[in-house]
């Protein structure tokens, strides 16, 4: 069965500081991995994600996440935190073949210190 | 393109009360599914489509009704609201790629309170 854990509920990081949000999965199989980001109110946005092709995943807005298979983990990371960086971020994870589901981590919510 | 929309934006229900929240994409993706969010829980997936006449349950499916008879809409039926069942619901579609899904897009998500 599949599982993810995000290892930190709350970060926090000063503007300019790095960004470090760790998730580690549980999967049989080969799995898609996924990093989704929440703004205040509003919906999911995808950021990266990976699908068996490069371990080094980039994203939007100068994110990027690395696939370690041997550690089972997809941590998500940031050189320089912006302000606009706050929000929930989710770490999702579908296995490939075969199953149709997502499952989620319960998020972590990132706040950025001027 | 309008993507994944959602109505209504918010809801105020009485326990007991049954009511549809309704989904549609334009982007004729196979793949359709909702979601519920809690505080502190992540999205928990209640049922999903993969295609018209094609549905299933996911983790959270009791209390809760679907049918997906064109590609673009797939509604979610409350029978009989309760208090639990206060939350923010999301849909998402994407594509089908080789019995997985891709990239889901979500919509804006429907806040429901029950009383």
């Known amino acids: 069965a599949q599982s993810v854990t995000q290892l930190d509920s709350h970060v926090s990081v000063s503007e300019g500081t790095p960004v470090l949000l760790r998730c580690n999965y549980s999967s049989s199989y080969s799995p898609s991995l996924f990093w989704y980001v929440q703004h205040p109110n509003k919906g999911l946005q995808l950021l990266l994600k990976y699908t068996s092709a490069a371990t080094l995943v980039k994203g939007i807005n100068g994110f990027e996440a690395e696939f370690k298979k041997s550690e089972t983990s997809f941590h998500l990371t940031k050189p320089s935190a912006h302000m606009s960086d706050a929000a929930e971020y989710f770490c999702v994870v579908s296995e490939w073949p075969g199953t149709y589901k997502y499952i989620f981590g319960t998020g972590t919510r990132l706040k950025v210190l001027a | 393109n309008a993507g994944v929309t959602q109505t209504p934006k918010f809801q105020v229900l009485k326990t007991g009360q049954s009511m549809t929240l309704q989904c549609a994409q334009d982007?004729?993706?196979?793949?359709m599914s909702w979601y519920r969010q809690d505080p502190g829980m992540g999205l928990r997936l209640i049922h999903y489509?993969?295609?018209?006449?094609?549905?299933d349950q996911g983790e959270v499916p009791n209390g809760y009704n679907v049918s997906r008879s064109t590609t673009e809409d797939f509604p979610l039926r409350l029978l009989s609201a309760a208090p639990s069942q206060t939350s923010v619901y999301f849909c998402?579609?994407?594509?089908?790629?080789?019995?997985?899904?891709?990239?889901?897009?979500f919509g804006p998500g429907t806040r429901l309170t029950v009383l």
């Open positions: 982007m004729n993706h196979e793949y």
């Open positions: 998402a579609s994407s594509y089908t790629l080789a019995g997985g899904v891709d990239t889901q897009y």
């Open positions: 489509s993969v295609g018209a006449g094609i549905t």
